[in-house]
């Protein structure tokens, strides 16, 4: 299944293609509640390799929030487009994806850190910190 995403304005447009798909967190630490500007960003993880920009990557700018954490998104408009954006994982934002992509949010994160205004009121398994799950573990020899 291809995965379509773009920013607000249009300008930066992405494809995911045969994605090995792994869990949808939602992330409920200070920073992804910064750069979102609501209770939490919710992500799915993808091979770098299996990422690519269909248009705009000039647009496309990376704040590094913190040590080789970058945080990518649309200078023109201020989408944001991934929360970590490393060497081999990209974690996509799920609000820049388009259509149904028939993934939904399997967990809760670094819920110690949630915003105190927020209330979570799903049943979907919450982790104080990371869950061992979130972050693939990349393979090189399954590409
Ligand atoms: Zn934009
Ligand atoms: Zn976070």
Not at 22 to 28: F, G, Q
């Amino acid at each position: 299944m291809t995965i379509k995403g773009s920013c607000l304005c249009q300008s930066v447009k992405y494809e995911l293609s045969d994605a090995e798909f792994y869990p949808v967190t939602n992330c409920h630490c200070p920073n992804c509640r910064k750069v979102s500007g609501v209770a939490y960003g919710t992500y799915l993880a993808v091979k770098q390799a299996k990422f690519r920009w269909l248009m705009g990557e000039d647009l496309v700018t990376k704040y590094e929030s913190s040590p080789e954490t970058y945080r990518s998104f649309c200078s023109r408009c201020g989408s944001p487009l991934a929360a970590f954006d490393g060497e081999d994982i990209r974690c996509i934002t799920l609000g820049s994806t388009d259509g149904d992509i028939g993934k939904r949010p399997e967990s809760h994160i670094y819920v110690s850190d949630k915003a105190p205004w927020f209330e979570i009121t799903d049943n979907l398994p919450q982790h104080e910190l990371r869950s061992p799950d979130t972050r693939p573990q990349y393979d090189p020899s399954s590409d």
